[in-house]
RNA sequence: GGGGGUGUAGCUCAGUUGGUUAGAGCGCUGGCCUGUCACGCCAGAGGCCGCGGGUUCGAGUCCCGUCACUCCCGCCA
């Protein structure tokens, strides 16, 4: 008989009876009656009941078992009477008899209860992070991540990727986010830099003749974290494909992610054919570049209902700022249309909750008894009302709100009135998941802090038009080929069709401010390659927490990472970051200056 | 770097207007219990009320500072 088991924890049913096993576990629960003893045993695999009594000659060592201990245990698996059966559990129509009982590993007093999950301090549970794992749920979630990657390894390879690896130590990158960086011994005062993504290298593979790249890659950033995004480390489907255009890379992943939720999704419905938006059109109609499209509500321009109006405080805004770029210059009043928000309540409600995020408050008309009501329906009169209410497509016991002034300022507010609206209305169904492609972003923007043109997003992007369009065209106005996949209204990935071409390259960084030396000392390589005949190419990098965050239902990234740090970048269980000795530190050439505490 | 929230038993939390000896549930320890599966019943241990200062006759409670955790802003090409 095998030293440990004979099947596992999960797996014994009814057909099973009579057969003698052996199941070794931890003990998740012990009911004591005196005479009658229960252990319920788990393991990875599930959980089974086993029961002892007083004649047995370990029923000592069985009263004296707790919660977490590792026992192995011997014993014929009986039938459970018809009234001690539990449906509940995929095992609940046997239980073990048991025979003899040995403790492998015993536990001390738990700090952290693994039997019914109840909320724990993050600390605790990651200075405890290996009992916190044995809790059924982030258990769960750990198990769904692995069978999630394993199913886009099969996906990408099925789709003719193949999956390279890039360096962990590599160089400092000057744009983007902050470095964490390695010294090099044998170079005194040089560093290593973690990658923040392998940009630059799946570029160089494409340019290395190999088609087609992905990557379940590590990627290092030192920021700050938030609730889904991890201090540190997070990883990437990072892809790469060459001679194609924008569609081709969104016919290679479009039906990647869809399988994937539709696989790991629960059933709820994936969206079958993504949706492209326009950066633009996705500021205007829902005041972000990742909208939720559970969200049925979208905003419009009014602003004909208003000028030379008798709602005076919005004509005299729409004829203050005219002369301005024609898109998010010239002042503008947007409706936020809301189905079923027609209660005055609601809207003071909507109203107080602006003023809360230091708006002078939030206009509207809510509409009853067949007419508007509300100040702006006053003041605007019954007949443009009315108008209004017939091309928004609203009824009584509907509401719409107004949002008004210079929309390159209040489109991101706006974008927060329709999310609340449309989520305090419950107008969204949750049960769903609503991708889109959000393209045509900006290739530059207005820097105001340092009052000068910026890359907007990746500055290896192609700009739409080419070289032509940097050189005829006003910078703000130029598109990039640049686009990220959103599903409700999270930004799961960027990507771009990249710049293969080098005097395009200088051109961009000329137009951004840079040096032709600055592109060359910086990126060298990048550019060398280019000149040595370089595929048009292009790709994405969908993140996997977020992917895994959505499929498993949690905001937090934490609960769908195994080993995460905390908020100040600490892994409490660990004991990182930690300090080393003076000898590690002097074969790095490294002389400590504290900051005086 | 900035802002918000939280901090009382191992954990989740209650604690009135500032007023005697700070409570409950879970967990833990001991006892009882032969069909439970959130087993039940009885008893017990367990508290620098995050820390420091202030106001007050008196502070868990009010004020100031500080620390920890968390959420957000900045940041994240």
């Known amino acids: ?72 245990i011997d014993g014929k698996v009986d039938a459970r009477s018809d009234d001690t059966i539990n449906t509940t559990m995929p095992t609940g129509d046997v239980e073990v008899r048991i025979s003899s009982l040995d403790v492998l590993s015993p536990a001390r007093e738990l700090p952290l209860p693994v039997f019914g999950e109840p909320e724990y301090p993050e600390d605790t549970r990651l200075t405890y992070r290996f009992l916190d794992l044995r809790r059924e749920t982030i258990h769960g979630n750990i198990i769904k991540r692995a069978e999630i990657i394993s199913s886009i390894r099969k996906r990408m390879t099925d789709a003719g990727f193949f999956e390279f690896q890039t360096p962990i130590l590599t160089a400092s990158s000057p744009e983007g986010a902050r470095d964490f960086l390695v010294p090099s011994r044998m170079h005194p005062g040089k560093f290593y830099a973690l990658p923040q993504a392998p940009q630059q290298f799946k570029q160089l593979v494409m340019v290395s003749g190999f088609d087609r790249y992905f990557q379940i890659a590590p990627c290092f950033r030192d920021e700050d974290a938030r609730a889904d995004r991890s201090p540190g480390e997070f990883y990437q489907l990072d892809v790469e494909m060459s001679f194609v255009e924008q569609d081709d890379v969104f016919n290679a992943v479009e039906p990647v992610l869809r399988g994937l939720f539709e696989e790991f999704g629960g059933s709820k419905p994936v969206t079958q054919k993504f949706p492209l938006i326009p950066f633009w059109q996705s500021m205007r109609l829902y005041g972000t570049d990742k909208p939720d499209l559970r969200n049925p509500i979208e905003m419009s321009d009014v602003s ?177 080929w640049q686009y990220d996949i959103v599903c409700n209204g999270v930004e799961l990935s960027s990507g771009a069709i990249r710049n293969h071409l080098p005097e395009i390259m200088v051109k961009a960084f000329d137009i951004a401010g840079y040096d032709k030396s600055v592109l060359e000392d910086k990126f060298g390589g990048m550019l060398r390659a280019l000149q040595y005949g370089a595929p048009p190419h292009g790709g994405i990098a969908p993140g996997i927490d977020r992917i895994v965050m959505l499929l498993c239902g949690t905001e937090n990234i934490r609960e769908v990472t195994m080993f995460p740090m905390n908020q100040q970048a600490e892994d409490l269980l660990m004991g990182a970051p930690g300090e080393v000795s003076s000898e590690q530190l002097k074969e790095l050439h490294i002389r400590l200056n504290l900051p005086k505490t």
């Open 304 to 480: 004909g209902y208003f000028r030379d109006s008798g709602f005076k405080i919005f004509a005299g805004l729409l004829d203050k700022h005219q002369c301005g770029r024609d898109w998010f210059e010239n002042a503008e009043v947007w409706a936020i249309p809301a189905k079923s928000g027609g209660s005055r309540a609601f809207c003071d409600r909507m109203n107080s909750w602006a003023q809360g995020e230091g708006q002078p408050g939030l206009g509207y008309i809510f509409f009853r008894d067949g007419e508007g009501a509300g100040p702006i329906a006053k003041n605007l009169g019954e007949v443009p009302t009315a108008k209004l209410r017939n091309e928004l497509g609203l009824e009584d016991g509907d509401a719409v709100f107004f949002v008004a002034g210079v929309p390159n300022d209040f489109a991101e507010f706006a974008g927060r009135a329709r999310t609340k609206a449309g989520e305090d209305l419950e107008l969204l169904d949750k049960d769903k998941f609503e991708f889109c492609w959000i393209v045509d972003f900006p290739m530059f923007e207005w820097d105001e802090e340092n009052k000068k043109v910026e890359f907007s997003h990746n500055p290896f992007s192609m700009p739409q038009g080419g070289l032509e369009a940097l050189e005829t065209k006003d910078p703000l106005e130029i598109l990039a």
């Open 1 to 72: 008989m095998h030293a440990y088991r004979t099947h596992n924890c999960g797996e014994l049913k009814k057909n099973d009876v009579g057969s003698e096993v052996r199941l070794s576990g931890w003990v998740h629960r012990v009911r004591d009656h005196g005479g009658l003893l229960f252990i319920d045993l788990r393991d990875h695999y599930g959980i089974t009941q086993c029961v002892i009594e007083p004649e047995n000659t370990n029923f000592a060592t069985a009263e004296t078992v707790r919660s977490e201990w590792v026992i192995r």
